[in-house]
T-cell receptor
Framework: DAGVTQSPTHLIKTRGQQVTLRCSPI?????VSWYQQVLGQGPQFIFQ???????GRGNFPDRFSARQFPNYSSELNVNALLLGDSALYLC?????????????FGPGTRLTVT | QKEVEQNSGPLSVPEGAIASLNCTYS??????FFWYRQYSGKSPELIMS????GDKEDGRFTAQLNKASQYVSLLIRDSQPSDSATYLC????????????FGTGTQLKVEL
């Protein structure tokens, strides 16, 4: 079975621009979460979506937004990019929402803001 | 105090030895505990999950959980050079959906 897929793999943007990252979960998984990982740190939670509804939001500014589609794929949007937004953006899928459900990560999108 | 703490390492062990990776967490409402392996430049890969006190074994990996001490560990037996990676400890809270809170990771180096 295919794992979590993300696109694009790499992205270079300029400060102030906007970016959209895409994620397709494992088949049968209905929950998608987004994380940001900067070099030398563990991933930081940004959003969780389940059945197209936001189920959790981390401590990130309103420049970050996301949505989930009827086919359970998801997009993460970041507006007004800052240099500090440079990071690996990870999408994780799980069967459902709930602490007992394991999350599986996609390969990530590496965003560089110049 | 950080929510999830790990020694950043590097932890160096000889090939064939047991590697012991440790993690402490601060929130007693933590319900589920996960170990991820992350190779340099790659995304985290789930290797173990544990939910109740005690040991859980899967091949060369054993996860240990002690909720009273708020401590979770990962043992890797017969360590191989291919085990060299950063190991991330992650915690999910009861009632917190499955939002994961990660430690900063421990870098493991298995030497020939």
């Amino acid at each position: 079975d295919a794992g979590v897929t993300q696109s694009p793999t790499h992205l270079i943007k300029t400060r102030g621009q906007q970016v959209t990252l895409r994620c397709s979960p494992i088949s049968g998984h209905k929950s998608v979460s987004w994380y940001q990982q900067v070099l030398g740190q563990g991933p930081q939670f940004i959003f969780q979506y389940y059945e197209k509804e936001e189920r959790g939001r981390g401590n990130f500014p309103d420049r970050f937004s996301a949505r989930q589609f009827p086919n359970y794929s998801s997009e993460l949007n970041v507006n007004a990019l800052l240099l500090g937004d440079s990071a690996l953006y990870l999408c994780a899928s799980s069967l459902s929402t709930g602490a007992q459900y394991e999350q599986y990560f996609g390969p990530g999108t590496r965003l560089t803001v110049t | 105090q950080k929510e999830v703490e790990q020694n950043s390492g590097p932890l160096s062990v000889p090939e064939g030895a047991i590697a012991s990776l440790n993690c402490t967490y601060s929130d007693r409402g933590s319900q589920s505990f996960f170990w991820y392996r992350q190779y340099s430049g790659k995304s985290p890969e789930l290797i173990m999950s544990i939910y109740s006190n005690g040991d859980k074994e899967d091949g060369r990996f054993t996860a240990q959980l002690n909720k009273a001490s708020q401590y979770v560990s990962l043992l890797i037996r017969d360590s191989q050079p291919s085990d060299s990676a950063t190991y991330l400890c992650a915690v999910a809270l009861t009632g917190g959906g499955n939002k994961l809170t990660f430690g900063t990771g421990t870098q493991l180096k298995v030497e020939l």
